[in-house]
């Protein structure tokens, strides 16, 4: 096992990596911009190191830093969280370059999930269903050639996409070209890679994503699915596990389907594959990340499985201890996602709700500043009860709660979900937010 560890991220996940650490007997080691040194992850670490100023590009993702600070302390392994960098198959690479263990998938695993195009092909191959569509398209031209070949409507997806960005859902043949140059340039600009391609766009679906840990002999254990179809803007807000939506015939036959895309990808550690599922409950590959999911609680709440704890017992060579047959999902568990929605500012009262079966993973506390370089999520507000309607009731309390002066957030829109009918009868899909006017 590793006696010290390099946490490569910041926030509410560093300080999730630094706890699973401190339980396990192995340090910390923290980085953080000019703009977080005051962070509550510094604090915590064992040692924390400034790798440069504010802009993730000067500092998060300056892989070269991050790899001189690991060798400098001494680390034997360095923890991606999830963004930044836990999905650069380079900065794997690099680590393992320099005998550092990324706890993560190989490079190679990272190169061929990553590339959507790819990743397909790969899936297709291993027979898991994936949804009519192209291969990468040359250009605008071609691109609307194969959308009427298809039928309208269509989407565009970046083959390197990822956070909504690259994608256009075209209704109509004369908006196909722009959209698809639009895309294509969205997507060169946010991952450096421009390539796209199409498929047929599936309305109304579920988002329904899958767990997995895959040890490095060869096991696959599925935890259960989670259900992400509340989003606005390809972003999710509220995510649960179970799904209301899939009875046992269809989680065994997802199972079945996730185990298979692992197996095709020779996948290790911690992983989703994530379906499409029509009304009529048939689902499609969409794409599989190759890291810790930002809604991995939901999983743990149901499983009681630290799935931090898992993935650096797995990069460390450890087995998994349990089959398929050993997991059980204990009743039902919700999160939302809690965002800053005006900008930075600082938190002048903070309480956080309590209780039983109340989870919040915040690096929040009471006089700190939130910085305007970083993703707007500052918090994930996780609850668990014995059924799916105990469980809104108690998000709702802890919702109720949860008092934040200081910063504009999100949490009146999650009320406004949480309460809502639709949502309260499990009958919604992806389209939820866009056909419900909530402020």
């Known amino acids: 096992m590793f006696s010290k ?3 490569a991220n910041r926030g509410e996940i560093a300080v999730r990596i630094i706890r699973a650490c ?8 923290a980085v953080y911009s000019t703009a977080d040194a005051d962070a509550l992850h510094v604090s915590l670490a064992d040692e924390a190191v400034c790798i440069g100023p504010p802009l993730p590009k000067d500092s998060y993702l300056k892989m070269e830093n991050l790899i001189t600070v690991a060798k400098a302390k001494g680390a ?3 923890h991606p969280g999830y963004g930044f960098l836990s999905e650069n198959a380079d900065f794997a690479d690099m680590c393992r370059e320099n005998g550092i263990v990324f706890i993560g998938p190989r490079g190679d695993v990272i190169r061929k999930m990553g590339d959507k195009d790819t990743a397909r092909h790969t899936m297709k191959e291993a027979g898991v269903p ?9 250009d605008a031209a071609t691109a609307k050639a194969e959308a009427d070949k298809i039928g309208y409507p ?12 690259g994608i256009r859902i075209v209704e109509k043949a004369e908006d196909l070209e722009n959209a698809f140059r639009t895309a294509s340039a969205e997507a060169l600009n946010a991952f450096g890679n421009g390539d796209c391609y199409i498929e047929k766009f599936l309305s109304p679906v579920r988002h329904i994503e899958v767990q997995l840990l895959c040890d490095e002999k060869g096991n696959i254990v599925c935890l259960g699915e989670r259900e992400c179809s509340i989003q606005r803007n390809n972003q999710k807000l509220l995510e649960e596990s179970p799904s ?12 079945e389907a996730a185990s298979k895309a692992a197996r095709a990808a020779e996948y290790t550690n911690a992983g989703t594959v994530e379906f499409l599922m029509d009304k009529d409950k048939n689902f499609y590959f969409m794409e599989m990340n190759t890291r810790l999911q930002v809604e ?4 743990e709440m149901v499983t009681n499985i630290d799935l931090v704890k898992w993935q650096i017992r797995i990069a460390a060579g450890v087995p998994l201890n349990f089959e398929q047959k050993d997991i059980y999902i204990h009743g039902h568990s919700i999160e939302c996602r809690i965002n800053a929605t005006g900008g930075n500012g600082e938190v002048h009262i903070l309480h ?3 209780g039983f079966r109340v989870r919040f993973d915040t690096a929040l506390y009471r006089g700190c500043t939130i910085p305007p370089y970083y993703d707007s999520m500052i918090g994930k507000l996780v609850v668990q009860a014995k059924n799916r309607d105990e469980a809104i009731r108690r998000m709702q309390s802890a919702l109720g709660e949860l008092i934040m002066v200081g910063v504009d957030n999100n949490v009146e829109l999650q009320l406004s979900i949480i309460g809502d009918k639709d949502f309260r009868s499990g009958d919604f899909y992806t389209d939820f937010m866009k056909t419900h006017d909530f402020k």
């Not at 899939?246 to 989680?251: K, L, M, N």
């Not at 991995?296 to 999983?299: A, D, L, Q």
């Open 76 to 78: 034997q392994a360095i």
């Open 296 to 299: 991995h609680p939901v999983t």
């Open 130 to 138: 994936t949804t009519p569509g192209t291969g990468l398209l040359p």
């Open 22 to 29: 401190r339980e396990m007997g192995i340090e910390s080691v």
């Open 154 to 165: 269509v989407m565009i997806k970046a083959t390197a996409g990822g956070g909504g960005k």
């Open 244 to 255: 209301s939506a899939i009875d046992p015939e269809t989680r065994k036959k997802l199972y």
């Open 352 to 354: 956080i709700p309590g």
């Open 5 to 7: 560890i390099l946490i």
